[in-house]
């Protein structure tokens, strides 16, 4: 239809009625333009999630490398975990511009990846058993 419109404007540039319409259209067309590019964000998101990016894969090769399955596997193996990868650094980050008391800082708590993972498998674990332990 802008096209339709656009086409009669050649022939009659001045005619308000046509200009009217113009506008209405090239509204009406952004706001499918935004609909659109929202939709295509939304499926590259879950895209995304699925395949993942250049960086995800990168890391995946990385952590699939042998010092941290090896280092994953020791622990499961032998139960023992060096203190390097049991240390954990808490930061306090500030919840206003001038914090006065504690409860004016977040506390994050940062921990070593080898840490995370091991947690994780721990976690996926009992997670099954769970519902036995703890009764409702």
Not at 26 to 49: F, G, H, P, T
Not at 59 to 64: A, E, S
Not at 100 to 117: A, E, G, M, P, T
Request: charged share 30%.
């Amino acid at each position: 239809e802008l096209e339709k419109v656009q086409t009669l404007m050649v022939e009659d540039s001045f005619n308000a009625d046509l200009r009217k319409k113009e506008m209405e259209c090239l509204i009406a067309y952004k706001d499918a333009l935004k609909d659109e590019e929202s939709m295509l964000k939304q499926r590259a998101k879950v895209d995304w999630l699925s395949e993942g990016d250049a960086n995800a894969k990168f890391f995946h090769k990385t952590v699939k490398g042998n010092e941290v399955c090896v280092a994953v596997c020791d622990f499961f193996n032998n139960g023992i975990l060096l203190k390097e990868v049991n240390a954990t650094i808490i930061a306090l980050v500030p919840k206003l511009i001038s914090p006065q008391k504690v409860s004016d800082f977040r506390l994050i708590s940062c921990c070593n990846v080898l840490y995370k993972i091991i947690t994780k498998i721990i976690a996926n674990r009992i997670k099954g058993s769970l519902g036995v332990l703890v009764d409702e």
